[in-house]
Structures are given as C-alpha cells and as structure tokens.
C-alpha cells in the first residue's frame, strides 16, 4: 500500500493515470505508469511512477496472439 508522503497515510485515491509507453504516438524503450494521486486524510497530491516488473518480449507477444 503507498503512503502519503506528507502525512504517511495509506488513505489515498488515483485521480489521473498515464502510460508512459507511449507519448504523443511514439513508442518509448521505458514502459511505466505515471499515476497523480490525492490522500484522503491531508488532502496533498502526490505522483507515483509504477514500473512493470515484467520485461516485454515481441516473440512471446506474437506467440500469445497466434495461439489466440
């Protein structure tokens, strides 16, 4: 659970999620998600960067898709 970094509560809401794969239509090597978030508790807005712990492979995608 993230913590507010203000007041340390875990009382808090995402208000806007980016992609960060992708920006103005051109793909990026870094794929992580860019999250603004407001506590609940002291009301402060905050950003948090997820990154996925998976690295994408192209051969494994494309070998999903042809078993679909």
Same mark, same amino acid.
């Given at each position: 659970?993230?913590?507010?970094?203000?007041?340390?509560?875990?009382?808090?809401? &995402?208000? !806007?999620?980016?992609?960060?794969? /992708?920006?103005?239509? $051109?793909?990026? @090597?870094?794929?992580?998600?860019?999250?603004?978030?407001? &506590?609940? !508790?002291?009301?402060?807005?905050? /950003?948090?960067?997820? $990154?996925?712990? @998976?690295?994408?492979?192209?051969?494994?995608?494309?070998?999903?898709?042809?078993?679909?």
């Amino acid at each position: 659970m993230l913590k507010c970094p203000y007041c340390e509560s875990t009382n808090n809401v &995402c208000v !806007s999620t980016i992609n960060r794969a /992708t920006i103005n239509g $051109k793909q990026r @090597q870094v794929n992580y998600v860019w999250r603004r978030r407001k &506590c609940s !508790s002291c009301g402060e807005k905050f /950003t948090t960067h997820e $990154k996925s712990e @998976q690295e994408w492979n192209k051969e494994k995608y494309l070998d999903l898709l042809e078993k679909l």
